[in-house]
C-alpha cells in the first residue's frame, strides 16, 4: 500500500491476555496500517487472533467475521486456514488466525502488518488484509498472509489481539493512519 502514515496511537501489553487499541479509527481515515512489534506467546498455547471494538468500547466477539490464511512453513506443505480449519466455537469470532501448532515452546511474531479498511463507516462491512512473519525455534519459519472481514454494518473505532488458548501474550501495537 502506498501512502503517506500518520502515527495515531500505540499500546504495550506485557504477560496479558489481551492487548486493545482504542479509540484509534475515526473519519479521519479510510485506510489504517496495523503493526505488531515483540509480539510473544507466554505459555506453550500458540492460539492468536485479531478483533475489533466497537464505538461503545466492547470487543466484538461474537460471530462476524471471516477469513482466510495462508500459513507459508518452510517445514511442511502449505496449509490454508479458515474458520472450519480451526474446528473450535472461537474461530468465527476472530478477524485472522495466528496458530502455530507448536510442540517446541512458545512462538514469536517477528512482524505483522494489517491493513484496515473503512472500520468507521457503519454503513459498510469492515475489511483487512494482514501479513505475518514469525518463527517458532531456529529452524522453523512461519509466515502467513491473509484476508479478513467484519460481516456487521458497525463503527469500528479499535482492535484487539489476543492468545486464545492458555496463556497470555506480550506485545507493542502500532497504528497508523494511511494518506
Not at 129 to 137: G, K, L, M, P
Request: aromatic fraction near 12%; glycine fraction near 10%.
Amino acid at each position: 500500500m502506498v501512502g503517506n502514515l500518520q502515527f495515531i496511537k500505540s499500546e504495550t501489553g506485557s504477560d496479558v491476555a489481551s492487548v486493545s487499541v482504542t479509540n484509534c479509527f475515526s473519519d479521519n481515515y479510510d485506510v489504517y496500517m496495523v503493526s505488531i512489534s515483540k509480539w510473544k506467546y507466554v505459555g506453550t498455547s500458540n492460539a492468536g487472533g485479531m478483533r475489533f471494538i466497537d464505538s461503545g468500547g466492547s470487543v466484538i466477539s461474537d460471530s462476524e467475521y471471516d477469513f482466510a490464511d495462508l500459513q507459508m512453513r518452510n517445514y511442511a506443505a502449505y496449509q490454508e486456514l479458515k474458520p472450519s480449519t480451526f474446528g473450535s466455537s472461537t474461530s468465527t469470532s476472530i478477524l485472522c488466525g495466528m496458530d502455530t501448532s507448536n510442540a517446541n515452546g512458545p512462538a514469536i511474531h517477528e512482524g505483522f502488518t494489517a491493513y484496515v479498511y473503512n472500520p468507521f463507516d457503519s454503513s459498510s462491512y469492515t475489511f483487512t488484509n494482514f501479513q505475518d512473519a514469525s518463527v517458532y525455534d531456529v529452524n522453523n519459519m512461519l509466515p502467513y498472509k491473509g484476508i479478513g472481514v467484519h460481516k456487521s454494518t458497525e463503527q469500528i473505532t479499535g482492535i484487539n489481539f489476543l492468545n486464545r488458548g492458555t496463556g497470555n501474550i506480550s506485545a507493542t501495537i502500532n497504528v497508523y493512519g494511511v494518506k
